[in-house]
């Protein structure tokens, strides 16, 4: 059985420090659960940003 594996992030986080370890979580069968320090904001990666 899975478990619930909280992250804690904010805008423009290093896209691999977070998507890398999340998917391997997934994979594991767990579920994650991203939480940002404002309620209802929408984070976006550093790679996202670049030009």
């Given at each position: 059985m899975g478990k619930k594996i909280a992250v804690l992030i904010t805008?423009?986080?290093e896209?691999?420090?977070f998507t890398s370890p999340a998917e391997a979580?997934?994979?594991a069968g767990h579920e994650v659960i991203t939480i940002e320090k404002e309620a209802?904001?929408?984070v976006t990666g550093h790679k996202a940003r670049r030009p």
């Open positions: 805008d423009e986080f896209d691999s420090e979580f997934r994979k209802g904001k929408t």
